[in-house]
């Protein structure tokens, strides 16, 4: 039936079938025209027979046009059997979260709390925000190509806009001081993490029926892989020199006696001399309890060493796994827990080890390491790279293979897999394991000099 043909009667009729019944009816509600849709395979719309939605104008002319267009789509639908009740990303983002909880309580295989905590960063507050009130069969390859541009800069934009208020929490520089899990630029790897998230998102909606399109098949452009960027034996040499300086901890403050600077630069020194003798995550290590750490004497060197227990639940592989640490390790803890208890500051077995006053653990060490590091002249690698906290981990580890520690006992030791440390700690080159690799049973002893 023509366009020219629609009546100005309550219901207009279009669109008949083979058997001449009618596929659409167009009526005025509110001076707002709407068209009900008959439905032939009622899966596409739970079971219903009849859809009804606005055509979003006052004339039946054009109301009768994009009724014709809404029914190409649901033919469309109905062939493949996807739904035609197009949701927002928002909302779908809200049923995945909650499959997703379901999944994880039910104790079901392929759910961790660790991905929950994932995609509670980064699909329920960047992508949402990004593309949140697009409708979500409208998400094309395209918004997956620009959100790397988009993400980049989120935490500037957030940062100018919490600059405008009067009561903001500021950094000593005076710059807007960020929340302690975010950085004004994120790295290439943690975008990459965040887009495939949204993928497994995409690929959810698509099974469940309620996503066609194929922005889920995104590739993103590979980086060349580079070595993690850890503190070179100078470098740290200089790190552990500045926390000696009587300038940097015995006089803290202005006038030397600032007791709560004094306090955060005896834990920070522990810290970062802890974290580089046990190789930690700095998330394995923020909630550590007293009772976490036991001491104990090598058998062979007769030298104090000690075992970090890191919980299931603030591992990142989400195991419960015993860590151990260096020598060095046990000395400062136990040289630190002494002063503590002098101090009689939260010394108890279960009070957390890296806490303020009140004994809360601590978020990050960032900005007091960071202003380490300028103090030391340790701030860039020799690429050029900034050091960040994770640079001690990616130290113990480089060391650790120089060392001719086992890979397979570093990667056990340090909660991760043998192709990681293969893939991203190759500066710790073959020719640093010589010793380790020429040695020999069978090997003669060289002989004395005559």
């Known amino acids: 039936m023509a366009l020219s043909t629609l009546s100005m009667e309550k219901i207009t009729r279009l669109a008949p079938d083979e058997k001449g019944r009618k596929r659409i009816s167009v009526f005025l509600r509110g001076g707002t025209y709407y068209a009900r849709f008959r439905i032939t395979n009622r899966i596409v719309s739970k079971g219903a027979l009849y859809v009804t939605e606005t055509m979003k104008t006052g004339s039946l002319e054009e109301a009768g046009v994009r009724a014709f267009q809404r029914l190409l789509e649901i033919r469309v639908a109905e062939k493949s059997g996807l739904t035609i009740k197009s949701t927002t990303v928002s909302d779908e983002i809200d049923a995945f979260i909650r499959h997703y909880e379901e999944g994880l309580e039910k104790g079901l295989s392929g759910f961790s709390k660790n991905m929950l905590r994932g995609f509670r960063k980064t699909i329920c507050r960047y992508w949402r925000e990004y593309v949140g009130n697009k409708p979500l ?6 918004d997956l190509e620009h959100y790397e541009d988009w993400r980049s800069g989120y935490w500037e ?11 903001v929490r500021r950094n000593t520089d005076g710059t807007v001081r960020l929340p302690s899990n975010a950085r004004y630029r994120a790295s290439a790897r943690t975008i990459q993490w965040e887009t495939n998230a949204f993928k497994q998102f995409l690929s959810w909606c698509e099974k469940r029926g309620k996503y066609a399109g194929n922005a889920h098949l995104f590739l993103a452009k590979k980086n060349l892989l580079s070595r993690r960027s850890a503190f070179t034996p100078a470098e740290y040499t200089r790190l552990t020199s500045a926390m000696r ?5 015995s006089q803290a403050g202005k006038h030397g006696n600032d007791t709560r600077l004094l306090r955060y630069r005896k834990m920070l020194r522990a810290y970062v001399l802890f974290m580089a003798n046990t190789g930690l995550r700095v998330g394995e290590a923020r909630n550590l309890r007293w009772s976490d750490i036991t001491f104990h004497e090598n058998r062979e060197t007769r030298q104090a060493h000690c075992k970090v227990w890191v919980a299931q639940s603030y591992s990142k592989v989400q195991k419960r796994r015993e860590v151990i640490g260096m020598p060095k390790a046990a000395e400062v803890m136990q040289e630190f827990k002494t002063w503590r208890q002098k101090e009689k500051d939260s010394c108890g077995k279960d009070d957390f080890i890296w806490c303020d006053e009140r004994g809360r653990p601590i978020g990050d060490f960032r900005e007091g390491f960071n202003r380490l590091l300028k103090d030391a002249n340790v701030e860039l690698d020799p690429d050029g790279r900034k050091h960040t906290i994770y640079s001690l981990r990616h130290h113990y580890i480089t060391e650790r293979l120089r060392e001719g520690v086992p890979i397979y006992a570093l990667a056990s030791n340090c909660g991760t897999s043998v192709a990681m440390i293969e893939r991203y700690y190759s500066d710790a080159r073959p020719a640093d394991f010589v010793g380790s690799l020429t040695k020999s049973r069978w090997a003669t002893p060289p002989k004395s000099a005559t």
């Open 157 to 167: 934009r957030w940062a100018e806009k919490e600059a405008l208020k009067r009561s």
């Open 245 to 249: 300086r009587k300038s940097w901890i």
């Open 137 to 142: 069969a409208e998400i094309s390859l395209p």
